[in-house]
């Protein structure tokens, strides 16, 4: 119980609470070169709540968020894609509940946020506007 406590406040929460987007505009170019890949469209909000709302070029997800002061993990509740019919198609709907099972990770690189997916190896690299 204690570790848990422990846990959850190692972090300065208040530090990153705020809006992030990619920033389209100028990829650095090694992590252009290295990974060939961003997500398009990525925009995440963290709550003072401990709620956060994230979402790409085809999907929405609401859930809770923790630091640890060097990553922010992202659990989700609900997730769905934007394209309604996409939900109901069985492919797409089981890709879904695998979701729910997953955690988010973004390494904390100043004011920035970085996410790398392995498979296929894309990047994710958010800025704090807000």
């Known amino acids: 119980m204690l570790s848990a406590f422990l846990w959850g406040c190692s972090g300065n929460k208040q530090a990153y609470l705020g809006k992030y987007y990619v920033n389209k505009n100028r990829p650095e170019l090694f992590d252009f070169i290295f990974y060939k890949r961003y997500i398009a469209g990525t925009k995440l909000e963290l709550r003072d709540d401990s709620t956060f709302y994230m979402e790409t ?27 309604d019919s996409f939900n109901y198609i069985p492919k797409y709907a089981n890709r879904l509940k695998q979701q729910k099972k997953h955690i988010d990770t973004f390494h904390i690189k100043k004011k920035k946020l970085i996410r790398i997916l392995k498979n296929p190896r894309t990047i994710d690299r958010l800025i704090k506007v807000k």
């Not at 070029?57 to 922010?72: F, L, N, P, V």
């Open 57 to 83: 070029c085809a999907i929405k997800s609401y859930g809770k968020w923790k630091t640890d002061g060097r990553k922010i993990y992202l659990f989700s509740d609900t997730t769905f894609y934007k394209i």
